[in-house]
């Protein structure tokens, strides 16, 4: 379980792009906010919970783990490359074929998968690991 706030659109100096925002709550916290849901809806990747009031403002009140930013453009690997630089590691998911260029300087990992938008995933730099081990669990560095 975890808490994230979703804008369908943001506009930041023209560049327009969705995003979640992960909710840092803890871990003993969320049972207690599941339990208390107002509404719950079914989503392809698990339940929706509509949370109280006086939840909402818990979670306004905490701060942020990560962002996805999902732009509405596509970008290319070359723009990435000239905006970030060379990625420290390339981890290629087994499953899905997707490649992720992780940046632990940054705390960004950025994804890059066929057809699909890139996403760009930033979590703070002392929490990389949080990204970066699930990857190497479930796919292999590219070289």
């Not at 490359?81 to 490649?99: A, L, Q, S, W």
């Not at 996403?119 to 560095?141: C, H, M, W």
Request: hydrophobic share 40%; net charge positive; charged share 30%.
């Amino acid at each position: 379980m975890l808490v994230e706030a979703f804008f369908d659109e943001l506009n930041f100096n023209g560049l327009k792009a969705k995003f979640v925002f992960t909710v840092a709550v803890p871990n003993d916290e969320l049972d207690g906010m599941f339990k208390r849901g107002l509404r719950m809806n079914s989503t392809p990747s698990g339940k929706r919970i509509t949370l109280t009031a006086d939840d909402l403002e818990r979670v306004r009140k905490t701060p942020v783990a990560s962002v996805t930013y999902l732009p509405v453009l596509k970008l290319e690997e070359d723009i990435v490359k000239k905006r970030f630089g060379r990625p420290e590691e390339r981890v290629r998911e087994t499953k899905t074929g997707i490649v992720h260029w992780l940046y632990p300087q940054h705390g960004l990992d950025v994804t890059f998968g066929g057809s699909e938008k890139p996403v760009l995933q930033y979590v703070s730099v002392k929490d990389f690991n949080l990204l970066r081990t699930p990857l190497l669990a479930q796919g292999e560095i590219i070289k």
